[in-house]
Structure formats: C-alpha cells, structure tokens
C-alpha cells in the first residue's frame, strides 16, 4: 500500500508537469536551443542578447534543463553547452517538438475546461477561446489556429504510420473498398496506389462537405475513373456492397454504444465473407503498466481537446466488441518495438476481422 506521504509526493509531479512542459518548450520557443547548437559555452548574457531576453529570465529557464541533463553549466566561465540534446538527431527532434507544439496551442488552454466538457459530452474549451460548437477535426477545417497545431502533427502521423497499415492486410484483386470517414480521399488514393489491381474500387465515406475537396483529390492523383465519394453519417448507416472496409484512426473517438452502431453498420456494409480492417490506439492489457503513456494523455486529449467524449480501449475490448457485431478476428498486427520512437505515445495496432454470416 502506498504511503500517505509517497502519494503526496507522486501527486507533487502532476502540480509540476504543466510548469516543466512550458520551461521547456519556451528555451525551443525562444530560440535559446538554437544558439547553443551553433555555439557551446554561451553565457546568460549571450543568450539572452542572441533570442532578445533578459539574461537573468534565461538563466532561470535553463536551471531546469541543467536539472534534467539536458544542458551543463560551467560555473567558472558561467558558459552553457548542449548535454543530452547534443546528442538528439534533428528529425526525431522536430518529431517530439511538433508534438509539442500541438499540446501548447491545441490542449493547454481547452484542458481548462476539461470538467465542463465531460459533464457536457462536447469540448468547452473550443466554445469558450474560439466560439466554435463542435469537434477539434471540425474546428481544423475553420479555425486557422486549431489547423496550424493539430494539422502538422496530423500530416506526420500519417506519414509514420499510413505505409505500416497498408502492410499489414490484404485486398483481394478488383475488391470493392470502403473507406469510412475517409475525409480527403488520402485513404482511397494509398488503397490504389498500394494495393491497387484491376477492377479495384474505392469509395470514401464521410460528411457531405467533404466531397468537393475528395474528389479534387481523386482528380489530381489520377484516380478519380476508380474512387467515388459518398455522404453521410456513420451512425446512421453506410453504403452497402463492399467486400473490404476500413476503419482508420476513430474508433477510439466514440463511446462504447457508438463503436457497436459503426460495427453493425459495417457488418451490414460488407458482403458475405467480406473483411474489415480496424486500424486503432490501444491500452495495454495491463492498465498499471508504468512504461505506457496512453493513460497519461489520451483521456483528456480526447474528452477535453478532441470530441468530449470517446476513449481508447484494451484490444481484448475491440476484439470481443467485433465478435459481437458478427465478426470473426483473423489477425492483430503491432508495429515492431524496434520501429517506435522513443519518444511515442501512441500503441497501435491493427485488427482484421471477417464477416460471419
């Protein structure tokens, strides 16, 4: 049993975490890592004139990064150098730095409110500093602040883990495609250009306002004889006649009731024998294993940044919810452990299953 005075000092971590994030990403902000990559032994006064600060509020900064390793300090020159960061290459550097800056601009502020938006099932945080009533890939697509934090990271998670998807299923020659919610078309033009055969058609799902860009897409990737577009709502029903479906990326954002309505609106979607493939975010078995960082983030993410409601599960969950549904799982495929940054917060997998009945 945990002590009261080790729990007290656990929860002393959580008081510190927003204050060590700022601090840190303010000395990327400012450019201060910046000129000690290009120079090492620069004093507060330096720095400070090299990002236009005050020496005495750098210097206050960098006494956490000399804490954490990440910079050393010379007490007789009064010099810093890059430590730990010296030895970060600048791609997976710019990878956690776009991260980051999507949690500054897109989760710091919203999270204020993040009890208000799970009593009302809707993200608060984004009524309140955008006047916008709806869900963060709503907002992207209207409010230039949310797209500028959310649309980089965005375009790198799909460029880290679209070409793994692809890998891990199978569609047969000249299949009929669905792609739910497929928004752009980015889904349908990779289905043909990576698992393309004669015959094969690819149909994107999504809201009605999306067709017109879809179909440019389709155009411009020279695609659109094979690929259509329909709209409508995946709670509702989807388009029926497919022999493989796909589900990529938002299972994780609705409720339990809401996954089962997609997975009965799927089953009825697919022909006899057809397959669908769930590509989603994970939580381990085990939900006390420490070196997971989903529990960490991913609850208030999504209930106070994204949807203000939905949730990751256990994939012992998606695999009995899809049995439920009339499906029968033939594969779960987890990226290697070798391919996973180090700094990754996400584990997915992806969970082929065919239709019974």
Excluded at 157 to 168: D, G, I, L, M, N
Aim: charged share 20%; aromatic share 10%.
């Amino acid at each position: 049993m945990t002590s009261p005075d080790a729990l007290l000092a656990r929860m002393r971590e959580y008081m510190v975490g927003p204050t060590r994030f700022m601090n840190l990403y303010a000395c990327f902000e400012l450019g201060i890592v910046d000129a000690l990559r290009k120079e090492a032994g620069l004093t507060a006064a330096d720095l400070g004139e090299a990002v236009g600060a005050k020496p005495d509020a750098v210097e206050q900064l960098l006494h956490l990064l000399v804490k954490e390793g990440f910079v050393t300090h010379d007490d007789a020159t009064g010099g810093y150098t890059l430590a730990a960061l010296a030895d970060v290459g600048e791609q997976d550097l710019q990878r956690a730095l776009t991260f980051m800056g999507m949690i500054k601009t897109g989760m710091l502020r919203q999270l204020y409110y993040l009890a208000d938006s799970v009593r009302t099932g809707n993200v608060v945080g984004l009524k309140e500093f955008y006047g916008f009533e709806g869900t963060l890939f709503e907002a992207a697509g209207q409010v230039a602040e949310v797209r500028a934090a959310w649309g980089p990271l965005a375009q790198q998670e799909t460029a880290s883990v679209y070409p793994w998807f692809f890998r891990s299923f199978d569609v047969p020659d000249g299949a009929r495609v669905l792609d739910v919610l497929g928004g752009n078309g980015l889904g349908a033009i990779m289905t043909h250009q990576l698992k393309g055969s004669p015959g094969l058609r690819v149909t994107t799902f999504d809201r009605p306002a999306l067709e017109a860009e879809c179909l440019r897409n389709f155009e411009a990737q020279g695609v659109a004889e094979h690929s259509s577009f329909v709209g409508g709502d995946v709670l509702e029903s989807l388009p029926g006649g497919f022999d493989v479906l796909l589900l990529k990326h938002f299972v994780d954002m609705y409720d339990k009731d809401e996954v089962l309505t997609i997975l009965r609106n799927a089953h009825q979607a697919l022909e006899p024998g057809g397959q669908i493939v769930v590509l989603a975010p994970v939580y381990p078995e085990d939900i006390t294993d420490t070196d997971d960082y989903q529990a960490d983030f991913f609850p208030a993410y999504i209930l106070g940044c994204v949807m203000g409601h939905g949730g990751l599960q256990k994939l012992s969950t998606y695999r009995s919810w899809l049995e439920e549904c009339g499906f029968e799982v033939t594969k779960v495929t987890a990226k290697d452990p070798a391919d996973v940054p180090a700094d990754a917060i996400i584990t997915r997998v992806v969970l082929c299953a065919t239709k019974r009945g």
